[in-house]
C-alpha cells in the first residue's frame, strides 16, 4: 500500500510530466535553445577535434540517416530528457529557489553522465569504449547542462529533446560517432 508521501511524489511527477509535455515553446524559448545549440557546438567542436574524439564522416546510407535520425528522437531524445530533466529537476511552476535548482541541476548531470558508462556495462555494451571515453563523458556533460537550462528556461520537454536530438544525430551522422559506435 501507498502511503502519502508516495502518493504526493507520485502525483508531483505526473504534473511534471504532463506540464513538460504540454507545454508550447514560445519564440523567446526556441530563441533561447538555439544560442544555447550554438554555444554548445562552439565548445563541442574544437574539444572534441582536438582530442581527436570526433572525426569528420559523413553517413551515406539511406537506412542508416532515417534509423538515426527516428531512433534518436526516441531515445536518448525523448527518453533520456524524460527522466534526467523533467522527472529530476523541479518544473518552473514549483517555484523552487535557486539553491534547489542547483542542488537538483547538479544531481540530475551527475547521473546523466553516470549513466552512460552504466548503460555501456550492463544494456548497451557496443557503447563500452565510446561511453567511458572521458571526451564523450565531458561532451555528455556539457550536453546536460544545455539541456537543463533550456528545460527550465521553457518548461517545455521539447527544446532539450531538439538540443539533444541534434547532438546526438550531428554525432553519429556526421563526426564519426556511427562508426565509433558500430565499426
Known amino acids: 500500500m501507498l502511503n502519502f508521501s508516495a502518493i504526493a511524489l507520485l502525483g508531483l511527477l505526473v504534473r511534471r510530466v504532463t506540464l513538460a509535455f504540454s507545454t508550447i515553446p514560445d519564440f523567446t524559448d526556441w530563441l533561447v535553445a538555439v544560442t544555447i545549440?550554438?554555444?554548445y557546438t562552439l565548445i563541442a567542436l574544437p574539444i572534441g577535434f582536438w582530442s581527436?574524439?570526433?572525426?569528420v564522416d559523413v553517413q551515406t546510407s539511406r537506412r542508416t540517416i532515417v534509423?538515426?535520425?527516428?531512433?534518436c528522437l526516441l531515445s536518448p531524445g525523448i527518453t533520456e530528457e524524460v527522466y534526467f530533466r523533467v522527472l529530476m529537476l523541479p518544473h518552473p511552476f514549483e517555484k523552487a529557489s535557486g539553491l534547489m535548482l542547483w542542488f537538483w541541476g547538479c544531481a540530475s548531470l551527475a547521473t546523466f553522465v553516470v549513466y552512460h558508462p552504466l548503460n555501456a556495462l550492463t544494456f548497451y555494451p557496443v557503447?563500452?569504449?565510446?561511453?567511458m571515453?572521458?571526451?564523450f563523458l565531458l561532451l555528455a556533460a556539457i550536453l546536460g547542462v544545455a539541456c537543463s537550462i533550456a528545460y527550465l528556461q521553457s518548461g517545455s520537454i521539447w527544446p532539450a529533446v531538439a538540443l539533444h536530438w541534434l547532438a546526438v544525430t550531428a554525432w553519429l551522422l556526421l563526426l564519426g560517432g556511427y562508426r565509433r559506435l558500430y565499426g
Open 52 to 55: 581527436g574524439f570526433l572525426k
Open 133 to 135: 571515453n572521458p571526451v
Open 67 to 71: 534509423g538515426v535520425l527516428i531512433g
Open 127 to 131: 557503447g563500452r569504449s565510446t561511453f
Open 37 to 39: 545549440a550554438v554555444v
